[in-house]
């Protein structure tokens, strides 16, 4: 029988100090009757804590996780810590043992010590890129993260642990969340480094379209679920979608078109003499970028306050404002 969680009181959030974790835990700080954890792998600066919020150093890794949940009389864990962006001296089994074996370690935790609810940050990425994914992807699509993309496959990896775990422990229950491509006045990645080239590449016969979703609204998401809304799968992204060619417009910028072969023999290429992190196999991510529906989000009850395109023209005035503009517009 699938346990229907109360409001949540005494919260911890892993990743606590990262992007999304920093805008979580400042929305929990406002509220007085909420007790919150921090916990990150990084020690807080002082001068970046907030009052009343408990700021724990700990691995998601750590066998004594379940002991701080016990020392606070955790309720809800909301769980965000991930490798999304890998260092250069990174490898495929560290990120690994921190997506995959990192969660285990966090629903272990919380089945011990009787956390009723679990909160995920899971990936439009776990459905995989593939040419045969459908036009809008939806929650009853099966998930297909591609092995060949470490982000991808760990966590498809991480939603098949999460299913099992629905099965056999109805007790604990889940919301995961399936988040499209994150826009914000700070984020800065892969992605965001794709839109300021002089000239924004796309690849013939793929239209490559972007969903996009704004920081505030992952946050909006996020405390929903906290507030008691039914547990679920739910993916996260704004309205509509913008491909690659239609951003190059509201960028003022124009697009290099290549034919799919030609850029697979660049990345091969480069990859091969160390001139690029990235292989052959970045062309499907390029190509096939899953599309999310977001219409079971709504009915769930949340609605996100800004479309993907609206996200987009945020993120291009918030760039504007910092004095490092993306458009030539």
């Known amino acids: 029988m699938k346990s229907i969680p109360q409001r949540a009181r005494r919260i911890l959030v892993t990743g606590g100090d990262g992007f999304l974790g920093r805008g979580l835990v400042t929305a929990l700080a406002r509220r007085p009757d909420t007790h919150v954890v ?7 600066p002082h001068q970046r804590r907030l009052q009343g919020v408990h700021y724990q150093v700990q691995d998601v890794r750590d066998a004594r996780l379940a002991q701080t949940l016990d020392e606070h009389g955790i309720d809800t864990v909301v769980h965000l810590a991930s490798i999304v962006t890998p260092g250069k001296q990174s490898s495929r089994a560290f990120e690994y043992d921190v997506d995959v074996n990192g969660t285990r370690n966090v629903l272990d935790a919380c089945q ?3 956390v009723s609810h679990v909160v995920v940050s899971s990936s439009g990425a776990a459905y995989g890129y593939h040419a045969d994914n459908a036009p809008w992807i939806s929650e009853s699509h099966p998930l297909r993260g591609n092995e060949v993309f470490a982000y991808s496959d760990h966590k498809r ?4 642990m999460l299913a099992e775990r629905r099965a056999q422990h109805p007790q604990l229950a889940q919301t995961v969340l399936r988040i499209g491509t994150i826009l914000g006045e700070r984020v800065d990645n892969q992605i965001t480094a794709l839109f300021e080239k002089s000239r924004l590449l796309a690849i013939r016969g793929s239209d490559s379209p972007f969903v996009f979703i704004w920081d505030e609204d992952v946050t909006g998401a996020i405390l929903h679920a906290l507030g008691g809304a039914v547990p679920g799968c739910y993916n996260l992204a704004g309205d509509g979608a913008l491909n690659i060619h239609e951003i190059a417009a509201r960028l ?19 990859s091969r003499l160390g001139l690029s992190r990235y292989g052959p196999e970045q062309l499907d991510f390029l190509r096939y970028r899953p599309v999310l529906s977001n219409q079971a989000l709504k ?8 479309t993907s395109a609206q996200a987009f023209e ?4 918030a760039r504007q404002a910092q004095g490092r503009p993306v458009s030539r517009v």
């Open 38 to 44: 921090a916990l990150d792998v990084r020690d807080v």
């Open 112 to 114: 011990a010590r009787g």
């Open 157 to 160: 990896l991480v939603e098949e």
């Open 252 to 270: 003022g910028k124009p697009t290099l078109n290549l034919p799919a072969s030609l850029l697979r023999t660049v990345l091969w290429a480069g």
């Open 299 to 306: 009915a769930w009850g949340y609605a996100p306050r800004k």
């Open 314 to 317: 945020a993120f291009v005035a």
